[in-house]
């Protein structure tokens, strides 16, 4: 519940102040030129980045491997988007450092280790192992 009010109410909040301040230092007119300018910059970096993600996406799958950490860069890439394309300079920010690629390996290991708990099977998670039996009863119909 804190990350919504925090993320719906003070983040607006926030990007009315940056904004107002820095209208106030640089002029209306050049503050609205750094916010487009800003989108427009951010919209070419997401989207090349995003086809080369998408080109380590179909390699690793030509070469039969998982790409699950390519996936979760082109998750973050798309929030990064998001971000760079919603009217304000911390929003700019966040999707900027999310562009960055050592920040975004960074950003997505640390939230990968956070929820991983240190010899722990990830199948214990789901709560059973593929190789499980399933018990159960069954009769064939055709007899």
Excluded: K, N
């Excluded at 800003?38 to 790409?67: D, I, K, N």
């Excluded at 956070?114 to 998670?125: F, Q, T």
């Amino acid at each position: 519940m804190p990350l919504l009010v925090f993320t719906f109410l003070l983040i607006p909040l926030l990007e009315i102040y940056l904004l107002m301040e820095i209208g106030g230092l640089i002029g209306g007119g050049w503050t609205i030129t750094a916010v487009v300018g800003t989108a427009l910059v951010g919209a070419a970096l997401v989207r090349r980045q995003g086809l080369a993600a998408l080109a380590r996406f179909r390699s690793a799958m030509t070469e039969g491997e998982l790409p699950a950490l390519t996936i979760i860069e082109g998750l973050v890439l798309l929030v990064a988007g998001a971000l760079l394309l919603t009217p304000g300079f911390f929003t700019d920010i966040v999707g900027f450092a999310c562009l960055t690629p050592p920040l975004r390996r960074r950003f997505i290991t640390t939230w990968l280790e956070a929820r991983m708990v240190p010899g722990e099977d990830l199948s214990d998670r789901q709560g059973s192992t593929p190789h499980d039996p399933v018990e159960g009863e069954f009769r064939r119909l055709d007899d």
